[in-house]
């Protein structure tokens, strides 16, 4: 599905690394020194991500794949931290809200890392590379 010309999913994603920025500049704003500088970092590169998945940059699509892996890596042994707490001590009420969102993020996470490497959406990165020869034709 396109919108703008654009397959929904890179919008999607897009949003995605553009919302990285909120939490991350508030870290940045409230801390000080190195941390204050990796935070700043983080959000920078969060935006150029971001913008670059709608200007067909090849990097920005390989900073999302390294984006997506970390938060597929970080969420699933968070999932499985609390499965393993809300398992050992009974399920109650209150983890299962907590798995159930864990386990909808994780969804959404693996979505967008194969989404990525769905042949589509290389191939729309790819269209950003393929420049016409010019043709020196004399008339």
Do not use: N
């Amino acid at each position: 599905m396109l919108v703008k010309g654009r397959p929904i999913g890179i919008l999607l994603l897009g949003l995605w690394c553009a919302a990285h920025t909120v939490p991350f500049g508030l870290l940045a704003a409230d801390a000080s020194g190195g941390k204050a500088f990796l935070a700043w970092v983080v959000v920078v590169v969060a935006l150029l991500a971001a913008v670059g998945l709608l200007m067909r940059w090849r990097i920005a699509h390989w900073v999302v794949v390294l984006q997506v892996a970390v938060h597929v890596f970080l969420f699933a042994v968070a999932g499985w931290a609390f499965l393993f707490v809300a398992l050992a001590w009974g399920l109650h009420a209150s983890e299962t809200a907590i798995v159930a969102l864990i386990f909808a993020y994780l969804s959404f996470t693996c979505w967008a890392f194969l989404y990525l490497f769905y042949p589509d959406v290389l191939d729309y990165f790819e269209e950003s590379r393929s420049f016409r020869p010019i043709s020196h034709d004399s008339a």
